[in-house]
């Protein structure tokens, strides 16, 4: 098997661009089998799938006259940006010519201009194009389904999959979803009901974590920065870091695995009884650090929360609320166990811890 050094190698590889852009099962089947012989190259694959899909995303609607302005926008970018060239991983500019041009041209350009490209786009636009043109796009190639604060929904998309949205949560793919490919990205928590499909895997994108399966069940959750969490209820998943060098993990119903700050994979057990019932409707805390509980009931009741005299212990709430509990009982109810008052205007709520004596 071929080896891949740089981004660029893996950018100018039909191969990885048909797995890719088009989801090509017989591809599918030579990546991951490289994957497991190139463990160490998992980072840079996954910069370049990255890198790919926004390039494919954000270049098909370019005009000729665009693309020209584009590419004379970084080629002046470059010139005057010498500490670019010492870069590792970045493609080395070479002079204007015909052979270039006509790869601009093209979806799949030198890496430098991949990189770039979208960003300079906008950037030497006037704003007020580059705003209705950022619009368009996102309107013509991607689907986004997304939920507010206080709202949650019940999604099914194309390939019969379904998907509980929670509140304060976004899903992003493209329009050929379930045809060509089973890529879709999540920004908050989502639980996943994957249709069986041998032909495409389903994979979901959160953070720095890729959630590969083929039919079952599993919750991700990314609310928190730079922390997601996988949690299998149904069938079998694999979980990759793209951050780490090696690192993936399979799961069985009942087991999660958590990134963190450290970028490394935690795989441990979950509760399989209470873990989702979320998506019932039903608000639970289990030993849950006060200030994330103050989070979630921000983010399930649509309000902000204005926290006054909070105790300087580390407080853990435990706590389970029926569907559509009312807040003034949820924080009646916690007031009372945990020695807070509480009052309610409009939209924001004020908590007040008891002084300790």
Known sequence: MKS???????LEDDS???WVLRGDAEQDKYWLEWLNLHPSKAELLGQAKTILLELDSSSKKWTEKGKKRTFSAI??????????QNKPDRYEYKSYNTKLES????VLVVAFLIMFGAA??????PRENADQVAMNLNEEEWIIK???KGQKSTLQLADGSNVVLNAESELRYRREFG?????IYLSGEAFFEVASDSLLPFRVHSGDLITTALGTSFNINSYKENWVQVQLATGKVRVLNVS???QSVDLVPGEEVVIGKDSQLVKSKFDLNKAFYWKEGVLGFEKVPFQEVVESLERWYAVDINVQNPPAYMLKISGEFKKNTYLKDVLESLGYAYNFKYSIENKVVFIQFKATE
Request: charged content about 30%.
């Open 16 to 18: 990885f661009k048909q």
């Open 244 to 246: 780490a060098k090696d």
């Open 179 to 183: 045809q060509s490919h089973r890529e």
């Open 75 to 84: 080629q002046s970018k470059i010139k005057s940006t010498e500490r670019l």
């Open 120 to 125: 300079m786009f906008y950037a030497f636009l």
């Open 103 to 106: 790869r601009v041209r093209g």
């Open 4 to 10: 891949y050094e740089n981004i660029q190698d893996f």
């Open 146 to 148: 997304a939920n507010p």
